[in-house]
């Protein structure tokens, strides 16, 4: 688990093709290292990895195909940047919200403008996810905890502190950036205990108004 609270920006400096998946290698600049080991998860631009190996001035990680196909690693090259964040221990501050390092799908930046000393933006998230996105809730963007400040359909918008575009990738997003979204784990938890015994169905369509109404949680 994280926090969604970046605490550096890392490097992609190796990318080795591996039967269908990928080994990377991340040079992890001012990320203290001294408490990591072998097997510990690192957020990599929202992403959960594991360390396979430290060889001093960053980690190895895999990269399963499963993975590959949900997140933004697909498109990622030598020398791009990545946000970075060691698991949480039960003495780490809880600045932002609880974090999986599962990443739900890839978002897209739609614009960029200033917002007084801060920098505004609206982005756009996959149409299966745009129920799990709420105004003022929390959603994590490349492993950055960040606070919905205006929800219209599918598409969302952000504020951004001039700390958080200094420490963090998001000082490098343009319209048309890809980014990997990972939505608030209380919205999953809570449509999935809504279905109450349908969840134990198979093939399930999921929380639909026609089944809240059935079940008198609506009114049509």
Request: glycine letters at 10%; charged letters at 25%; one cysteine or more.
């Amino acid at each position: 688990m994280f926090t969604g609270i970046v605490e550096a920006v890392g490097e992609i400096v190796a990318l080795q093709p591996k039967d269908g998946d990928l080994r990377l290698r991340v040079k992890t600049g001012k990320l203290d290292l001294s408490d990591v080991k072998l097997g510990d998860s690192i957020a990599t631009n929202g992403v959960c990895l594991t360390v396979v190996d430290l060889p001093g001035d960053g980690y190895w990680a895999d990269v399963s195909a499963e993975t590959l196909a949900v997140a933004t690693l697909q498109d990622w090259k030598l020398g791009d940047k990545v946000n970075l964040e060691k698991a949480l221990t039960p003495q780490t501050r809880l600045g932002g919200h609880m974090v999986s390092g599962h990443v739900d799908g890839i978002g897209e930046v739609v614009w960029r403008k200033p917002a007084a000393r801060a920098e505004q933006f609206r982005l756009r998230a996959p149409a299966e996810l745009a129920k799990y996105i709420a105004h003022k809730g929390s959603i994590t963007i490349d492993g950055t905890s960040l606070t919905v400040n205006a929800v219209d359909g599918a598409e969302f918008e952000l504020t951004i502190v001039p700390h958080t575009i200094a420490e963090t990738v998001i000082g490098g997003y343009q319209a048309g950036t890809k980014v990997n979204l990972e939505v608030d784990l209380i919205a999953r938890y809570l449509e999935r205990l809504l279905l109450g015994d349908a969840a134990a169905e198979p093939k399930s369509d999921g929380l639909t108004m026609e089944f809240l109404a059935q079940h008198g949680f609506y009114k049509a």
